[in-house]
């Protein structure tokens, strides 16, 4: 940031200490007073006797991490307003988790969402899946510790990964003294701060920007809301159909199919609180995303004819929403330091949920069979208490290679998909393919991980390479001030290279001799998607061609909408409404 960019003063520190201390005291509380989260079953679900409201808002504020508080509107203000189509999403996510997932899980009532695939499967199919998840999800957390590190970086000058140490350390130590319940309720808080914070900015970004009709109209002006673009070209970075197909495959693997939101909604008594659950997930991030995707449009609305990172008032895109709270928010006490704290909140709660969750796998699916079977629960909180530690320094170190990979969104649904392709692959297998056999789903998922990585990884090498990039919409400089870091030269240069159309961008930056072949132009948000067909595709076929007629599963791993393909028709789970798939009341064991 220029100099002109004012700093965070004290009453914004002051703001950042309550927050933490408020957040660090949840932990205090559970960890110190009362049962002192002494078995596991408190631990890791909280006695099941969580509310719905509280769960969701936790899910949700731990899905929408600093990448969908930072990240998020500076995609908008650089490729349109394509984010809200996540909306969609998350009404398919819902009708997805609740008839087709969700039955099974709380019939079985698993501690690790990935116990299921062992009790359908056999262990190798769960330790399969088990180790992807660790995979990526550790890596996952290091990006969603260094976005916000990177915003607070802009604003005070600290260096980036002496804050992301700050954050994992903060979030390692309520973690482990509270478990779950600290987890549920510390994103309850958080929620409410950042729901806060993205509410002020809206009101005084609009404020500054004239009001929302010339808000609306410069977006329309700069093509930002032609959002509904039903061409099926899958090579298009955004369309109707990358998020239709995509992000429903994204969301609905992350919320209800990875350790880190399944744990959550099986820590509720009933089914029925659970489908309220989910309903209320997708209305919370149905909100936080029109708040994201206005704050991207008030950004553009501000700096549609002086874009600052080609202007070089910043390193990276990623960097605009700081900059722009900075910018118009800076002389209003106390915004700038409410937007950074939304942005920790967000971080906090998703690596709080998660490491909670990584120890709840580590322990369960790795750790458990060489324990002494007479080990005393108090010893396993312990030992899960440890994990949540050795989890936090593992994420501390990863942080140290995030700079260097690229745009924060593309780089966290690449990472993302690796792992989350093959895992919904196996999971769909498992609930609504009564032949798929363990064969089929293991080499499946390995087949659908090579297909993943194999067309991620290359995409990404030519991200780096610079010889390959998705088109933006029109920036412009033409009205930037001369300052000591731009001459005037230089404006008229990157206005006259940065003013042509995104596809004369696009052909600039990459001659056809040296454009990517078909396959790894794909958008990232197919990737997920694609990966769970291959998986179910290679699942089947090598089920069918391995099967020596296997005996077909249990009901109770199936999914009601296939319960009269199973072998056992007493044993019918009734679909008699959305709340009476499967008993209301269970005991934990």
Not at 172 to 200: C, E, M, P, R
Not at 344 to 366: E, G, H, P, R
Request: with cysteine; glycine share 6%; aromatic share 14%.
């Amino acid at each position: 940031m220029n100099s002109r960019t004012q700093t965070l003063e004290w009453y914004d520190y002051t703001i950042f200490g309550i927050m933490l201390t408020i957040s660090t005291s949840f932990g205090i509380y559970y960890g110190c007073v009362g049962t002192k989260q002494k078995t596991i079953n408190e631990y890791l679900l909280g006695n099941k006797k969580m509310n719905a409201l509280p769960i969701a808002l936790s899910v949700a504020v731990g899905h929408f991490t600093a990448i969908t508080l930072m990240a998020m509107p500076a995609d908008v203000y650089k490729y349109g307003a394509f984010q809200w189509l996540g909306c969609i999403s998350m009404f398919l996510l819902v009708i997805l988790s609740v008839y087709i997932y969700f039955p099974v899980f709380f019939n079985l009532q698993l501690t690790s969402a990935y116990e299921y695939l062992e009790r359908r499967f056999d262990k190798k199919t769960k330790l399969l899946a088990s180790s992807l998840y660790l995979l990526c999800e550790f890596i996952y957390l290091a990006v969603v510790a260094y976005t916000p590190s990177l915003a607070l970086s802009v604003s005070t000058g600290i260096h980036v990964h002496l804050i992301s140490s700050a954050i994992c350390a903060i979030c390692v130590f309520y973690t482990a003294i509270g478990g779950l319940k600290t987890v549920v309720w510390t994103d309850f808080f958080q929620f409410g701060v950042i729901i806060v914070s993205l509410l002020t900015v809206s009101i005084v970004g609009t404020i500054s920007s004239g009001g929302f009709v010339s808000i609306w109209e410069q977006a329309l002006k700069g093509d930002r809301l032609n959002i509904f673009d039903f061409d099926p070209n899958p090579t298009k970075r955004d369309s109707f159909w990358t998020y239709f197909f995509g992000y429903t495959a994204h969301f609905t693997n992350y919320i209800s199919l990875t350790q880190s939101g399944l744990q959550k909604f099986l820590a509720l008594p009933t089914f029925r609180e659970s489908v309220w659950s989910v309903i209320y997930v997708a209305i919370c991030l149905s909100i936080v995303s029109t708040f994201v995707v206005f704050i991207g449009l008030l950004m553009y609305a501000k700096y549609a004819k002086c874009d600052p990172f080609i202007s070089k008032k910043i390193q990276r895109h990623e960097q605009m929403v700081p900059y722009y709270i900075m910018d118009v928010a800076g002389h209003v006490p106390g915004v700038s330091g409410c937007f950074l704290v939304a942005l920790f909140c967000a971080s906090l709660s998703t690596i709080s949920s998660s490491l909670n969750a990584l120890a709840s796998v580590i322990y369960k699916d790795f750790l458990y069979n060489f324990l002494n079977e007479n080990i005393k629960e108090k010893s396993v909180t312990k030992i899960l208490k440890l994990i949540v530690a050795l989890c936090g320094i593992a994420i501390i170190g990863l942080v140290l290679i995030m700079q260097h990979l690229g745009d924060i969104i593309p780089l966290a649904t690449s990472i993302t998909a690796i792992s989350q392709g093959p895992s919904m692959g196996m999971f769909t297998l498992g609930v609504l393919f009564p032949k798929a056999n363990s064969e089929g789903a293991f080499y499946g998922a390995i087949g659908g991980f090579i297909f993943t990585a194999s067309i991620g990884m290359p995409l990404k090498f030519y991200n780096l390479e610079k010889t390959f990039a998705y088109p933006s919409k029109p920036l412009s400089v033409e009205n930037c001030d001369v300052s000591n870091q731009t001459t005037e030269f230089e404006l008229q240069w990157l206005n006259t290279s940065f003013k042509r159309s995104s596809t004369s961008m696009n052909h600039t930056m990459q001659t056809e001799n040296r454009k990517p072949p078909f396959i790894f132009r794909i958008s990232h948000y197919y990737h997920t998607f694609l990966g769970a067909i291959v998986t179910v595709a290679l699942g089947l076929v090598i089920s069918y061609v391995s099967s020596t007629g296997d005996r077909l599963p249990d009901k109770k791993f199936l999914s009601p909408l296939c319960q009269n393909f199973g072998p056992n028709k007493s044993n019918r789970l009734e679909m008699q409404g959305l709340t009476n798939c499967i008993p209301y009341k269970h005991s934990y064991s």
